[in-house]
């Protein structure tokens, strides 16, 4: 395994962290709420949320938060490739949910709810993709239902907006039954306008969502959740010192840590995840200092073979290993940039590997991450 170098620019869009859990409140003279996980089950249980609401797969495991919907793994990798701009995703079990995040998402309505808004208009002659549709099929369906707004019915009022995802929008029954109400009515009454609206577009707007489309294409073979631990020794960018942030980027997804501000050994300890695309490219990772009034420069880069840890869960996933052990080692050389051997292992029934690099295309810097491998049976 041998690391590559690459030069990139600082355009890739930004992305917000993975959100931490927040402690639980209690009180002592009444009885505990329950936790977010216990809320998270509470509002999947519910009807409309049994099923995925882009494909209709059973059970699903992961949720849209921008939009407020449930929605399975396969739904999830080409809401993850809109970009967090568009569609925040999480997972119930992976992330760690926060009390105003659970608010929010059961503000929205949940699945039927939304679906009532973003499936208002869909032609009779265009099929929503079912659990066993292919990738091409429901990457289509998503980015014209979320992305494009093709199906929207813009007069239900009650789901917000996905640009407002991080607030908590009111919500209660009478506003859930005005919009059921408008939602027959417009559905009598704006169906032409709606049609006119959604599918007359220019030429520029047709091809920039075909180019979009086709990258939105990929088939997902896995999660790979990448703990930025620590820098060391950075460069210098600003007089006596940097403000650091760390850019990765897997295929067309891109995802960015908090600044730390005046500090060249930053300890960030963020933990992001991404997609893992087929066919399986190299994790890229870039810092670079935050300027206000300027382009921010550039504080080194590399690039991580993830192949290899890859196979190594997809191993395991189909053995039936239950001890901690070493699964395989990339050994640190001359020919590439690892400050010492980095270990995959196997503990407690994950998958990961402690990777120290030696910045590239800089004076000086290293760079301590964590990987984990996570199976889409998972």
């Known amino acids: 395994m041998t690391t590559r170098q690459q030069n990139t620019d600082s355009s890739g869009a930004p992305s917000q962290p993975v959100c931490e859990a927040q402690p639980e409140n209690s009180d002592s003279n009444t009885t505990s709420s329950p936790g977010p996980v216990k809320r998270l089950e509470g509002l999947l249980s519910r009807p409309g949320n049994r099923f995925c609401a882009d494909c209709n797969s059973p059970d699903p495991k992961w949720v849209a938060l921008s939009h407020g919907v449930f929605i399975c793994i396969k739904c999830s990798g080409v809401h993850r490739s809109l970009g967090v ?23 929205m309505g949940g699945n039927t709810a939304v679906n009532m808004r973003y499936e208002a208009f869909v032609p009779e002659n265009y099929k929503k993709p079912r ?11 998503i980015r014209r239902k979320y992305e494009m707004e093709q199906f929207l019915n813009s007069n239900v009022q009650n789901v917000a907006s996905p640009s407002s995802a991080s607030s908590s929008p009111a919500s209660n029954s009478s506003e859930k039954k ?63 010192t940097s403000d650091p942030y760390v850019i990765l980027t897997l295929g067309h997804q891109t995802m960015k840590t908090r600044v730390i501000r005046s500090n060249l050994n930053p300890i960030w300890n963020e933990r992001l995840m991404l997609s893992i695309p087929d066919p399986i490219p190299p994790l890229k990772v870039q810092v670079y200092d935050k300027d206000t009034f300027s382009t921010d420069d550039r504080m080194g880069d590399a690039e991580i073979d993830i192949q290899p840890l890859v196979t190594a869960a997809k191993a395991y996933e189909n053995s039936s290993i239950n001890e901690s052990m070493q699964l395989g080692k990339w050994l640190a050389s001359d020919d590439n940039t690892l400050v010492k051997d980095s270990i995959i292992t196997l503990v407690d029934g994950k998958v990961k590997q402690e990777i120290n690099l030696r910045l590239q295309n800089v004076e000086r810097g290293q760079l301590e991450i964590e990987l984990e491998c996570v199976p889409l049976s998972q």
């Open 178 to 240: 005005h919009y059921e109400k408008q939602h027959t009515s417009s559905r009598l009454h704006g169906l032409g306008q709606a049609f006119r609206n959604s599918w007359r577009r220019k030429d520029s707007e047709q091809k920039a969502a075909k180019k979009n489309l086709t990258m939105g294409m990929v088939e997902f073979v896995g999660l790979i959740k990448v703990n930025v631990v620590k820098g060391t020794n950075l460069a210098v960018r600003d007089v006596l």
């Open 131 to 141: 659990p066993e549709s292919s990738i091409e099929d429901r990457s289509d369906f």
């Open 85 to 107: 701009h568009i569609s925040k995703v999480l997972s119930m079990k992976l992330d760690e949910w926060t009390e105003d995040q659970v608010d929010y998402l059961e503000d």
